[in-house]
């Protein structure tokens, strides 16, 4: 008996019993279902919602991959800066070396492990509680976190975080397709207010800063965003170069906007992520830089001012340092949590981006804008719908005015049966 | 404004197993069965009882609510059985033809001087009725209603549907006088509408005529009345399909209810796709065996796939439809059919599905519904197929959670089951769409009205 037969026979077996959502999440990876079309229309189309969250994760894979390196040349790159040497970085000289994929390896795929862990063991849990099927939102919430979080997060606490944001941010709304946040950044968000000395500051975003600080090897884990919070530009290092390819600090998956590019352009390609929100909130993010770029030239203030080094900072660069790339592309698309009105998606997207840079600039405590600003984009997106859907229905109530509403014609009425009934 | 109608959004779904345009008379049918789900909110009353005698377009039972709407046998021979389901409720009446035909014979008004109310009471009488369907709601029309236009559709894009131009072809004179007499049952206008010059329907007079271009669902009449004159609250609008116009036209030309019609036998699971020459009713094995079939697991469907009804091998031809299709059933499962490339399906995406590569090849596809119901999640997808000024998952998310406020709101009264047809089709989370807008449509009529 083949493994397709054995799994059938171990499905009628299951059938209606309370463990049959765990056994079909697991055999529905295996095998698309044998479900045939009952109403409506007799075929389908070849696409299913775990076909267009792989999707997802396949444009994150790259991000993935080139952030177990970087852990490792960040690491390594503030042991050498910290011993007076500068580094160059050469993708095949020290970037792509065993000697960093191991540092990933040890660093890295850890909190993937247990984000997924944690994740989906909370999904099967109210899977099986509640006897829906497990729904298919965890493998990109589960993918993400660990890209959006700080290298050195202790796994308890990301543990703790994941089951905060799958139970509060998902599940108590009615599991995926129901939320009103975004499920990673719920996580994101929990752990920043939870344990906001551990989640901001210098140290946590190279691997052993936070071990090292105070012993004589200290290293330095300042992120570009950091520096220019501090107005302390002058002492980065890093060439423009560096930032688009995503040689520098930060959380894990979120500093190669290249290969976030890439990743952004291939679900914009295959359809699966909405090029309108990607669009506009990058135009919201130029926007908003060159007005701050603005106030700075116009001499509204000065160098001494605490914004001066983020407002003065180019304003295209905000695009190519932090989070912001990794959020437009990856979090701002998830249709969940966002607009669902095309029109809607424009205005969604452009104050994303636009909102973004806003919190960059006036919040220096932690100068990370971008998740903040998509859960509060997340609130406001039913309303902008709201907006959308209203011109519709009031075209609508527009024509009413000119309907031609005929009378019943009961002249009609023809002569009763008299025909037997039976 | 243009008479003419372009649609941009849509998708056509090229199918295998076309018709080929070559007619066969099929072998008559012994048996014919009127299925009373092909009339969607109709409470029969019986007016013959069973194993009484019937001639061809003798009534064999009424509506309960219009007591004049009488629907008829299809051929002459014995009610042999009336199939009652739950609570006595009428199923299906079965009729074993008679060795001699006979037609009850109407007396015809003449059509130039007739009124309104006499071409209702012919169609009425006659049994020809139930082809007029009303919008909103999409049911059989109430005769006492006015609609404020009627539209036909004599364009096609469904898949593997009946070609009209084909199947009209010689039928101008009924058409034409079917046209006529049902422009009497309308203050407004009768919109047709034709693919091509060449189509029968092209040339008709007392009608406004429209070309129609465009991917499924140009075709579909929902979608014309939506760009023409759109459902406002309150107002009706009728619809009648080309082929049934055929009937009522030979009515009105011969005072006579044929049933005959010309039907379209495809779909990957028959072996020669062509057209048959049938009757309403009769059973679809005459016809799908004079073709031949591939395969043991196969399902026979009354109507195209999107909208069709499930039928079986030994079922029996609808009321409405010119085209019966037959496809394998997908009940089997399929190793990492979520993720690994796929060549062999049609989709609207590019997630490692390659039909965008070919839009002209033709596909067989299964009844499978690759992959499992979930909650809406994906969005902006249905308005890339879905032309009419609705928003479409926001529609059905309101007849869902039975807002009546909101589905009025939102076009609900512009709207058929069929309508959402494609957008169903192309449903990553695999809802059930048709069957959530006839629910919508089902309680907004019981509370509305």
């Known amino acids: ?422 | 404004m243009s008479k003419d109608i372009r649609i941009k959004k849509g998708l056509n779904i090229n199918l295998v197993g076309k018709a080929e345009t070559v007619t066969v008379k099929a072998p008559d049918s012994n048996v014919y069965v009127i299925n009373l789900q092909d009339f969607h909110g109709i409470a029969p009353k019986m007016l013959v009882k069973e194993g009484a005698e019937v001639k061809a377009g003798e009534a064999l039972f009424y509506n309960k609510n219009h007591e004049s709407m009488l629907f008829v046998s299809p051929v002459s021979g014995q009610l042999a059985e009336i199939k009652r389901g739950e609570r006595r409720k009428i199923l299906s009446l079965k009729i074993t033809a008679g060795k001699t035909q006979e037609s009850i014979e109407h007396q015809v008004p003449n059509l130039g001087s007739s009124s309104a109310a006499d071409i209702k009471a012919l169609l009425l009488k006659s049994g020809s009725w139930p082809f007029i369907k009303q919008r909103p709601y999409d049911v059989i029309a109430d005769p006492e209603t006015t609609p404020k236009a009627i539209f036909v559709s004599g364009y096609v894009t469904a898949p593997l549907a009946a070609e009209l131009n084909y199947t009209l072809k010689g039928k101008e004179k009924e058409l034409q006088a079917a046209i006529s007499a049902v422009s009497k049952l309308t203050p407004g206008k009768v919109h047709v509408s034709y693919g091509d010059s060449s189509s029968p329907l092209a040339g008709l007079k007392d009608a406004e005529m429209h070309q129609v271009s465009g991917p499924h669902p140009a075709g579909l009449v929902g979608t014309q009345i939506n760009k023409l004159d759109p459902i406002n609250k309150g107002e009706l609008v009728w619809v009648i399909t080309p082929q049934d116009l055929v009937i009522i036209g030979e009515l009105l030309l011969t005072g006579k209810f044929n049933a005959e019609r010309i039907v379209a036998l495809g779909g990957s699971s028959v072996k020669k796709p062509q057209y048959y020459t049938t009757k309403i009713g009769s059973e679809i094995a005459t016809f799908l065996y004079a073709s031949g079939v591939n395969g043991e697991k196969f399902r026979v469907i009354n109507g195209d796939v999107l909208t069709g009804s499930k039928s079986s091998q030994d079922g029996y031809l609808g009321f409405y439809n010119n085209t019966v299709t037959a496809i394998p059933e997908g009940d089997d499962y399929e190793f990492f059919g979520w993720n690994k490339p796929i060549f062999n399906k049609i989709s609207t995406t590019r997630a490692l599905t390659f039909s965008w590569l070919s839009p002209k090849k033709k596909y067989d596809l299964t009844t499978n519904t690759n992959g499992e119901h979930r909650a809406f999640v994906v969005t902006g997808q249905y308005e890339e197929v879905f032309p009419l000024d609705i928003f479409p998952m926001q529609l059905l998310k309101a007849c869902m959670v039975k807002d009546l406020d909101e589905m009025e709101q939102l076009g609900l009264y512009e709207v058929a089951p069929e309508d959402f047809s494609l957008t169903e089709f192309i449903c990553i989370s695999k809802q059930p769409h048709q069957q959530i807008i006839r629910e919508g449509l089902d309680l907004l009529q019981k509370e509305i009205g």
């Open chain 1, 1 to 422: 008996m083949s493994l397709k037969n054995k799994l059938h026979n171990l499905k009628e077996e299951y059938k209606g019993k309370k463990m049959a959502p765990a056994f079909n999440a697991i055999h529905t990876f295996l095998y698309a279902p044998n479900e045939t079309t009952h109403s409506g229309s007799h075929v389908r189309g070849a696409d299913d919602l775990k076909r267009t969250m792989n999707t997802v994760i396949m444009a994150l894979i790259p991000v993935l991959l080139f952030s177990m390196f970087n852990a490792g040349y960040q690491h390594f790159a503030a042991i050498d800066a910290a011993n007076g040497v500068v580094r160059e970085v050469s993708v095949f000289g020290n970037f792509l070396t065993w000697e960093n994929f191991w540092i990933g390896i040890i660093k890295v795929l850890p909190l993937v492990v247990v984000s997924y862990g944690v994740g989906l063991i909370v999904e099967f849990i109210f899977a099986v509680i509640k006897g829906h099927e497990v729904e298919e939102g965890y493998l990109v919430t589960g993918m993400l976190v660990p890209l959006i979080v700080p290298i050195d997060t202790p796994l308890w606490m990301l543990s703790i975080a994941v089951i905060f944001g799958v139970v509060i941010g998902k599940e108590v709304f009615g599991g995926t397709g129901m939320n009103i946040l975004n499920p990673a950044l719920t996580i994101r968000a929990f752990l920043f207010f939870a344990y906001p000395t551990w989640m901001s500051g210098d140290k946590v975003w190279v691997y052993d800063a936070v071990n090292l600080a105070g012993t004589p090897d200290a290293i330095s884990g300042e992120t570009i965003l950091g520096y220019l919070a501090q107005n302390k530009a002058a002492e980065m290092t890093y060439s423009i170069s560096d930032m688009f390819f995503g040689f520098i600090p930060g959380s894990v998956g979120e500093t190669s906007t290249f290969l976030i590019l890439l990743g952004g352009l291939f679900l914009i390609f295959s359809k699966i992520a909405s090029w309108r929100i990607m669009l506009s909130a990058v135009l919201g993010a130029l926007v908003m830089g060159l007005m701050f770029n603005g106030v700075v030239s116009s001499g509204w203030i000065g160098e001494t001012s605490k914004f001066y080094g983020l407002m003065s900072f180019t304003f295209w660069k905000h695009l190519i340092v932090g989070g912001l790339a990794f959020g437009i592309v990856y979090m701002a698309t998830d249709p969940v949590t966002g607009s669902q009105t095309n029109k809607g998606k424009w205005f969604y997207g452009f104050f994303i981006g636009f909102i973004s840079v806003m919190i960059r600039v006036f919040n220096p405590a932690y100068p990370e804008g971008v998740f903040l600003a998509i859960l509060l984009m997340n609130v406001f997106a039913p309303t902008i719908d709201h907006y959308v859907i209203r011109g519709n229905v009031k075209k609508r109530l527009k024509r009413l005015k000119n309907a031609t509403i005929l009378p019943n014609d009961s002249a009609s009425k023809s002569e009763k049966l008299k025909a037997e009934t039976v």
